[in-house]
């Protein structure tokens, strides 16, 4: 099938999740917060990215329920995200995209375009069509790995206790004209935490938002900022296929949150966390979904804001 228009794609996340003036098609509910990234000397090695070359750059965080439904309860099934912007001396911005799963389930818009139409409910039992979402699945073996990682893991204790997943490959270029396919991960320095469902219930339909704010009332937060590097042979343009657990990582730096952010998303000021939106030093592949998301957040942007996104 041809690739959908991205406005077919907005509505069909609409179809699952209804349509919520103001709110984000995908990751609805969320939570602000601020702090600064400071990488390491070895950052630099590997890439001349203006914000990785050793001074604390100020950074906007916001955690995320991956959903497209604001009233879903925080203790719900699903897969959670950290966007993070970065502004840099320059004047220009970054963005940083990850995801609570280990891989991507679809590998090219068309795919997960008609595993979004597969799951959409159906009006007389609420319910997907689980024979058409079946046969999807079937044919689609590498959606596997993030499906079962999304429906089995159980609520975390904190959105600041949960590793994120860039899933997207970059090409990392340093100041010799050196570059290295990478990965990215945001590794959390307080330590991976779930909780029993029943206990994440009892906390409350907005614990994790009230969670991340009271944590860092109390002190900062923290996460070090880790890449793996592919080698000859691994893929980069596919999402949805893990790199063999052996690939060398290096430890990018260091994001320290320290309080709620309160410049950003008040009034007619649009927050956009785009993980094309990339510097001088780290280049986009062509993996397909990646190329992809701009579009779609444009149209995402476009409808909850009425602004225009190039």
Request: proline letters at 9%; hydrophobic letters at 35%.
């Amino acid at each position: 099938m041809p690739e959908p228009r991205p406005e077919d794609v907005v509505d069909a996340i609409n179809d699952i999740s209804g349509v919520h003036p103001g709110h984000r098609a995908a990751h609805a509910k969320g939570t602000l917060c601020a702090g600064t990234f400071t990488a390491t000397p070895a950052a630099a090695r590997i890439t001349r990215a203006g914000h990785m070359q050793g001074e604390p750059v100020r950074a906007t965080v916001r955690f995320s329920n991956g959903g497209g439904d604001p009233g879903i309860p925080d203790y719900a099934t699903e897969g959670r995200g950290m966007a993070v912007k970065l502004y840099l001396a320059d004047g220009a911005r970054t963005d940083m995209v990850a995801l609570s799963l280990p891989v991507f389930f679809a590998r090219t818009p068309e795919d997960f375009f008609e595993f979004t139409r597969a799951r959409k409910p159906d009006p007389a039992t609420g319910q997907p069509d689980m024979k058409r979402l079946g046969k999807w699945l079937g044919d689609h073996p590498e959606a596997g790995p993030a499906i079962q990682a999304a429906v089995t893991a159980p609520p975390p204790a904190s959105y600041a206790q949960c590793e994120y997943n860039g899933l997207h490959a970059f090409r990392y270029v340093n100041a010799d004209g050196e570059g290295r396919f990478v990965r990215y991960r945001w590794e959390p320095e307080a330590g991976v935490a779930t909780l029993a469902g029943e206990e994440a219930r009892e906390r409350g339909p907005d614990y994790l938002q009230e969670e991340i704010l009271g944590r860092i009332g109390h002190g900062p937060v923290a996460f070090r900022l880790s890449a793996t590097l592919a080698e000859l042979g691994d893929p980069v343009d596919d999402p949805t296929e893990a790199w063999p657990p052996e690939r060398e990582t290096v430890d990018l730096g260091r994001l320290l949150l320290t309080g709620p952010e309160t410049e950003r998303e008040r009034g007619d000021d649009v927050l956009v966390f785009d993980p094309t939106r990339v510097v001088d030093g780290i280049e986009l592949t062509e993996d397909p979904i990646l190329r992809f998301r701009h579009h779609a957040y444009a149209v995402s942007v476009q409808r909850r804001s009425g602004v225009a996104v190039a």
